[in-house]
């Protein structure tokens, strides 16, 4: 059984900073590409940043300058540095990864519970 668990969520000022972390766990064999949604109220759940197992990044133009997607393969973590935040980032957080598990039939992603970004204007 694979865990994506998240942390760091917070309510922040307009400008202000926050990283968000995420750590995958259970009979992992392999994690390809991981990544970081949200979903505000109202809206469609969006990429916002992912990573591949070699380093390769994908940001969404709005987050561009801004985030920095990191991971660590060896411990199966995968953090968002969120800088210069604006109320627009308001949203739930979703840590997302591509995972090969013990007894489970190739890659399949895998999601956690979400953790809640509020920034204040």
């Known amino acids: 059984q694979v865990q994506l668990v998240e942390s760091g969520g917070d309510l922040v000022q307009a400008g202000g900073s926050l990283k968000l972390s995420c750590v995958a766990s259970?009979?992992?064999?392999?994690?390809?590409?991981m990544g970081w949604y949200r979903q505000a109220p109202g809206k469609q759940r969006e990429l916002v940043a992912a990573?591949?197992?070699?380093?390769?990044?994908n940001y969404a133009d709005s987050v561009k300058g801004r985030f920095t997607i990191s991971r660590d393969n060896a411990k199966h973590t995968v953090d968002l540095q969120m800088n210069s935040l604006k109320p627009e980032d308001t949203a739930v957080y979703y840590c997302?990864?591509?995972?090969?598990?013990?007894?489970?039939?190739?890659?399949?992603?895998?999601w956690g519970q979400g953790t809640q970004v509020v920034v204040s204007s």
């Open positions: 997302n990864a591509g995972i090969l598990a013990m007894a489970v039939a190739g890659f399949r992603p895998y």
């Open positions: 259970g009979s992992i064999i392999s994690i390809n590409a």
């Open positions: 990573v591949t197992s070699g380093g390769g990044t």
